[in-house]
């Protein structure tokens, strides 16, 4: 088969060329939307519990916490110390 040039088929070339680009640009804007969509998702989760940290701080500020262990024999090891004479 042997095609020829017109005027109509670079028109359509064109167009097709054209429409391509305009998705792909929709797309990669869609796409840029939806990632800054998660940036300020995320962004607003690290504010509340920045919030939070500093109402819990502002809480508890100048009190004085004591930990304990439930099981303290269990850390304590016994060491044989030997005496050297001079």
Do not use: C, P, W
Request: aromatic residues 6%; positive net charge; proline residues 0%.
């Amino acid at each position: 088969m042997v095609y020829e040039a017109s005027i109509v088929g670079a028109f359509r070339m064109i167009a097709i060329f054209i429409g391509v680009f305009v998705l792909v640009r929709f797309l990669g804007q869609l796409m840029n939307a939806k990632r800054n969509r998660a940036d300020q998702e995320e962004d607003r989760i690290n504010r509340q519990n920045l919030k939070n940290a500093r109402e819990h701080t502002k809480k508890n500020l100048g009190k004085t916490r004591v930990l304990r262990k439930k099981d303290r024999a269990s850390d304590i090891e016994d060491i044989d110390f030997e005496e050297v004479e001079d």
